[in-house]
Structure formats: structure tokens, C-alpha cells
């Protein structure tokens, strides 16, 4: 991405009361002033003050934000105009004609991070702040963005080049009688520990961050579009008496336990000659493959239970058998399904809690599980699993008084705990990262 260019992007969505326009760039007060009036022009005299004017007779607020006092580091201009699609196109157009070009996805994140402004993980904190789908992912984001899962790398950071100096020292003055730590493994394994701590957190962490694909199974008229409706609070699917009423998968997103999910409400899974539902059938299996959790409903009112239970695909994943209609039968009587079981109404609401319960321990693996509020990502983690290699070489090179070796193996941990904040990613990696976010960040 080019540094020296004028970008201009809607920072907000358009087709809201607000569309927030911003410009970043050494010529944007100069071409702001062009194609924003007011009473005074905007300049250093009034620098983060808003003022009112107006764009091609519309009126618009602007400010100005002197670099490198602004989110990118350079000079920003936000222009506030109304927020429909015309009024905010139009003002687009003038700037683009002006002298600024359309920022790339995620530029203004990056000139932020290249100005020193936002390491990497805080940049990457920006991009899942605006995905939050739930209360813990957003504080999960803000604690990231606030630097403190910066901070914990850091030290690791600062750790390796410390017992990298170390061995070095050693290969410099090899006879004279220096105070050498004497510490260095138990160092090089106290700094593993603390690697596997953080890699540990990437599950919980991407749980919270990219939530989790339930999906709702079992043979027709079991009440799988009732369960749906039932954990949305609101009618999304037909619900009726007749089977087969699901021809299709039906996607709607929730929040369980501060978990955002994904409902898929499929088919009911039965043998049929009508070309239709066998397609919605087909398409039910591929949505149960592609699942981390599986609610397969059985229906306690059926006049065989053990039918029920013989249709359960046991190689669905993560398989919570569900027992619906038990406000209506006697639920002693119900045959055990070797599974995770719980007994509700998807009609009445009865035990939905119980089924929340097993849920979070499916999702966690039985483990209890508090919402992290520091956590990896796959990026991340990739490379602190990267550098474990290198000290554990580290480790065993100067256990044998090979100082060389395990300098240079503490240098290249050292490199791959440093792509994390950003000390040490090449250019390609950037461009990947950044080109995950919207236009306008």
C-alpha cells in the first residue's frame, strides 16, 4: 500500500441518519477545503474542532486532525454528511476528483500500524472488534486493542533476546571469569511454559471470536424448527404438524451462553421418491459434516423410541441427543441413546437451560470454561507453536556447551514471537492480514 497517496472511504455504513467519510494523507486539508465550505476553512486553527458546511449545497460537518495526533498518524479529515447512498456518493465523487484515490481494504489500519500507532494484534483487535458478535468477543477485542495481549508477547519477546545475549556473551568472552547465568534452561523452559499457556487460550479463543455452527437434526416432526424458533425467540422457520415441512436448510444467528452461533434448521432425515426433499436431504448431511455441534432431535411422543434412536448419525460431530415433546409423554420411559441427553420442550421452553449446560461442555470438551479475555489467534498460534522447536533446540544446544547453536536458535524464536506484534512480518503477510478488513478501516 502507498503511504505517500490521499485515501478517502466511508468509515461507516452507508444508508444510516450518519455517513462518516474519512481522509488520510499529507494533501487532505488542502483537498477537504476544496470540496468541503464553511465560514472559516479548516486549518491548525481549529484542528479537532467540528465545524458545520456544507458539500455541493448539503450540509456537512467536518473535522480536522493534525498527524500525527490521528488515528493513521497522518492527517485525517472526517466529513459527516446524510447518510443516504446519494448524498454520500456524491461527496465521494468530489474528493476522488480532487486528489485522493479510494483506500484499499484496511488501509487506514495499516498506516496506523506503520506509524507506529497500533502494533499487529492491536490492528488485528480492530477487525474483530467490528465482527463482535457477542458481549465476550467485543471485550475480548477491546482488551486486545488496549494492548494487553501485546504486552505478554513483549515479554516474551524481551526474554529471548535476553538469553540470546546471554550465549552470545559467552562465545565473546569465553575466558574470562564473567558473573554467566547459570539459569538459562530453566529459563528456556520457563518461557515454553509460558508459549503453551497462550496457545492453550487459541480454542477458547476462536470459540469466542468466530462462534460455533450448531446444527438442528433428526427425522421429520421431531421439532427441530420449533427449537429454532424457540432459541431465537421469534417465528424464522414454518412450523406444522405435517412432515417434511423443512425442504431446505434455514441459517439464523444467535447468542448461547455469550457464545455466537450459527442455527441451521435442516430437513427431516427419511427415506423419500420426492426429488425435492431428497435434495434438502443431501443437504442436511452436508450441513451436519460441517457442524461443531450437533442437536439431534428425537421425539419423546413417538410410538417407536427405538427408531428414533437407531436414526441417529453417530458420526455426526459433537452430539447432543435431545429428547423434545417431554411436556406432553412420560420421559421414564425413554431408551437410553449412549449420548449426551437432555429431556425439553421446544414448544413450552421446559429445560432449555439444561440443554444450554450440555451445549458450553460439548463446545469446551467438559472442561468448566471461563471467557477468556486474553486469547490467540490462528495466526498467533501458528507461530508460537513455530518457535517451541527452536527452544527446545535452544534448550539442548546449550545444555551440550554448543553457545553458537543456541544463540542462533533463540534469535530465529525470538523472530517468529516477534511476527506477532509485527517487529518482524514481511510485506506479504501484511498485505493478507490487512486485506481482511472493510473499506473505510
Same mark, same amino acid.
Given at each position: 500500500?502507498?503511504?505517500?497517496?490521499?485515501?478517502?472511504?466511508?468509515?461507516?455504513?452507508?444508508?444510516?441518519? @450518519?455517513?462518516?467519510?474519512?481522509?488520510?494523507?499529507? !494533501? @487532505?486539508?488542502?483537498?477537504?477545503?476544496?470540496?468541503?465550505?464553511?465560514?472559516?476553512?479548516?486549518?491548525?486553527?481549529?484542528?479537532?474542532?467540528?465545524?458545520?458546511?456544507? @458539500?455541493?449545497?448539503?450540509?456537512?460537518?467536518?473535522?480536522?486532525?493534525?498527524?500525527?495526533?490521528?488515528?493513521?498518524?497522518?492527517?485525517?479529515? #472526517?466529513?459527516?454528511?446524510?447518510?443516504?447512498?446519494?448524498?454520500?456518493?456524491?461527496?465521494?465523487?468530489?474528493?476522488?476528483?480532487? !486528489?485522493?484515490?479510494?483506500?484499499?481494504?484496511?488501509?487506514?489500519?495499516?498506516?496506523?500500524?506503520?506509524?507506529?500507532?497500533?502494533?499487529?494484534?492491536?490492528?488485528?483487535?480492530?477487525?474483530?472488534?467490528?465482527?463482535?458478535?457477542?458481549?465476550?468477543?467485543?471485550?475480548?477485542?477491546?482488551?486486545?486493542?488496549?494492548?494487553?495481549?501485546?504486552?505478554?508477547?513483549? #515479554?516474551?519477546?524481551?526474554?529471548?533476546? %535476553?538469553?540470546?545475549?546471554? /550465549?552470545?556473551?559467552?562465545?565473546?568472552?569465553?575466558?574470562? #571469569?564473567?558473573?554467566?547465568?547459570?539459569?538459562?534452561?530453566?529459563?528456556?523452559?520457563?518461557?515454553?511454559?509460558?508459549?503453551?499457556?497462550?496457545?492453550?487460550?487459541?480454542?477458547?479463543?476462536?470459540?469466542?471470536?468466530?462462534?460455533?455452527?450448531?446444527?438442528?437434526?433428526?427425522?421429520?416432526?421431531?421439532?427441530?424448527?420449533?427449537?429454532?424458533?424457540?432459541?431465537?425467540?421469534?417465528?424464522?422457520?414454518?412450523?406444522?404438524?405435517?412432515?417434511?415441512?423443512?425442504?431446505?436448510?434455514?441459517?439464523?444467528?444467535? @447468542?448461547?451462553?455469550?457464545?455466537?452461533?450459527?442455527?441451521?434448521?435442516?430437513?427431516?432425515?427419511?427415506?423419500?421418491?420426492?426429488?425435492?426433499?431428497?435434495?434438502?436431504?443431501?443437504?442436511?448431511?452436508?450441513?451436519?459434516?460441517?457442524?461443531?455441534?450437533?442437536?439431534?432431535?428425537?421425539?419423546?411422543?413417538?410410538?417407536?423410541?427405538?427408531?428414533?434412536?437407531?436414526?441417529?448419525?453417530?458420526?455426526?460431530?459433537?452430539?447432543?441427543?435431545?429428547?423434545?415433546? /417431554?411436556?406432553? /409423554?412420560?420421559?421414564?420411559?425413554?431408551?437410553?441413546?449412549?449420548?449426551?441427553?437432555?429431556?425439553?420442550?421446544?414448544?413450552?421452553?421446559?429445560?432449555?437451560?439444561?440443554?444450554?449446560?450440555?451445549? %458450553?461442555?460439548?463446545?469446551?470438551?467438559?472442561?468448566?470454561?471461563?471467557?477468556?479475555?486474553?486469547?490467540?489467534?490462528?495466526?498467533?498460534?501458528?507461530?508460537? %507453536?513455530?518457535?517451541?522447536?527452536?527452544?527446545?533446540?535452544?534448550?539442548?544446544?546449550?545444555?551440550?556447551?554448543?553457545?553458537?547453536?543456541?544463540?542462533?536458535?533463540?534469535?530465529?524464536?525470538?523472530?517468529?514471537?516477534? #511476527?506477532?506484534?509485527?517487529?518482524?512480518?514481511?510485506?506479504?503477510?501484511?498485505?493478507?492480514?490487512?486485506?481482511?478488513? /472493510?473499506?473505510?478501516?
Amino acid at each position: 500500500m502507498n503511504q505517500s497517496d490521499n485515501i478517502a472511504a466511508p468509515a461507516s455504513a452507508v444508508g444510516g441518519a @450518519v455517513t462518516v467519510i474519512r481522509l488520510s494523507g499529507p !494533501g @487532505v486539508l488542502e483537498i477537504a477545503n476544496k470540496v468541503w465550505k464553511g465560514k472559516k476553512p479548516l486549518s491548525a486553527a481549529n484542528v479537532r474542532r467540528m465545524m458545520l458546511g456544507d @458539500v455541493a449545497g448539503d450540509p456537512t460537518l467536518a473535522v480536522y486532525m493534525k498527524a500525527p495526533f490521528s488515528y493513521t498518524g497522518d492527517d485525517v479529515v #472526517e466529513l459527516q454528511c446524510h447518510g443516504g447512498a446519494a448524498a454520500a456518493n456524491a461527496v465521494m465523487t468530489l474528493l476522488l476528483s480532487s !486528489g485522493c484515490r479510494l483506500a484499499e481494504p484496511g488501509e487506514f489500519t495499516f498506516r496506523a500500524f506503520v506509524n507506529g500507532k497500533l502494533d499487529l494484534l492491536q490492528a488485528e483487535a480492530v477487525a474483530d472488534l467490528i465482527s463482535s458478535a457477542s458481549e465476550s468477543a467485543l471485550h475480548m477485542a477491546e482488551k486486545q486493542l488496549a494492548g494487553s495481549l501485546s504486552s505478554r508477547i513483549d #515479554e516474551l519477546y524481551d526474554s529471548l533476546i %535476553e538469553l540470546r545475549s546471554e /550465549c552470545e556473551s559467552r562465545l565473546d568472552f569465553p575466558d574470562e #571469569e564473567l558473573d554467566f547465568d547459570d539459569l538459562v534452561p530453566e529459563k528456556i523452559l520457563h518461557t515454553r511454559d509460558a508459549i503453551n499457556g497462550l496457545i492453550e487460550t487459541g480454542k477458547a479463543g476462536s470459540i469466542v471470536r468466530d462462534g460455533v455452527q450448531v446444527v438442528l437434526a433428526g427425522k421429520p416432526n421431531a421439532g427441530k424448527s420449533s427449537l429454532l424458533n424457540r432459541i431465537l425467540g421469534y417465528d424464522r422457520a414454518i412450523v406444522s404438524a405435517i412432515p417434511g415441512t423443512t425442504r431446505d436448510t434455514v441459517e439464523s444467528h444467535a @447468542v448461547i451462553r455469550d457464545i455466537a452461533v450459527t442455527l441451521t434448521d435442516t430437513a427431516g432425515l427419511r427415506e423419500s421418491s420426492d426429488p425435492v426433499e431428497q435434495m434438502g436431504i443431501e443437504r442436511s448431511f452436508r450441513s451436519i459434516r460441517a457442524g461443531m455441534v450437533t442437536f439431534w432431535l428425537l421425539d419423546a411422543s413417538s410410538e417407536d423410541l427405538l427408531s428414533e434412536v437407531a436414526a441417529i448419525d453417530r458420526n455426526a460431530p459433537g452430539l447432543i441427543a435431545v429428547w423434545n415433546k /417431554c411436556d406432553i /409423554c412420560d420421559t421414564g420411559t425413554l431408551p437410553e441413546t449412549g449420548l449426551p441427553t437432555v429431556k425439553i420442550s421446544a414448544l413450552s421452553g421446559y429445560n432449555l437451560s439444561g440443554l444450554f449446560d450440555e451445549f %458450553e461442555k460439548t463446545v469446551f470438551a467438559g472442561k468448566p470454561q471461563v471467557m477468556p479475555e486474553l486469547a490467540v489467534n490462528a495466526r498467533s498460534a501458528a507461530l508460537l %507453536e513455530n518457535s517451541l522447536g527452536s527452544l527446545e533446540r535452544a534448550e539442548n544446544s546449550f545444555n551440550d556447551g554448543d553457545y553458537e547453536i543456541a544463540a542462533a536458535e533463540l534469535a530465529d524464536a525470538a523472530g517468529k514471537i516477534g #511476527e506477532i506484534t509485527g517487529r518482524t512480518t514481511a510485506a506479504d503477510v501484511l498485505d493478507k492480514i490487512f486485506h481482511r478488513f /472493510c473499506i473505510g478501516k
